[in-house]
């Protein structure tokens, strides 16, 4: 479970590609991938261009990162989106089972 996430991430566990997330909740199943003892746990998230042309537009001096036609639908004073992997990142189980005494 990732958490909140904006907007799309990749997760990899121990190597194993497992889905692709681009919408709520951001969580997929790992049973398959897990081993006993230490685990690699990776997650890539890519975002929208927003943050990044609002970024260049507010710096007209240097050199601009994208290269876009679509800059005349964004202005320099637009609020900056979320971004990233917010979290809280958990390992939860699928379902509980009962305690058997």
């Known amino acids: 479970d990732l958490g909140d996430v904006a907007e799309v991430a990749e997760v990899k566990l121990n190597g194993q590609s ?3 997330l681009w919408k709520p909740p951001y969580r997929v199943e790992v049973t398959e991938a897990l081993r006993s003892g230490e685990n690699t746990l990776e997650i890539r ?4 261009w927003h943050n ?3 970024g260049d537009l507010r710096n007209p001096t240097a050199e601009p990162v ?3 036609n679509m800059k005349l639908r964004f ?3 637009m609020e900056l989106l979320p971004s990233g992997l917010m979290g809280p990142v958990r390992i939860r189980p699928l379902f509980e089972l009962p305690v058997i005494r």
């Open 75 to 77: 202005n320099k004073d």
């Open 45 to 48: 998230v890519t975002n929208t």
């Open 66 to 68: 994208t290269r876009t």
């Open 52 to 54: 990044r042309i609002v």
């Open 18 to 20: 497992l889905p692709i």
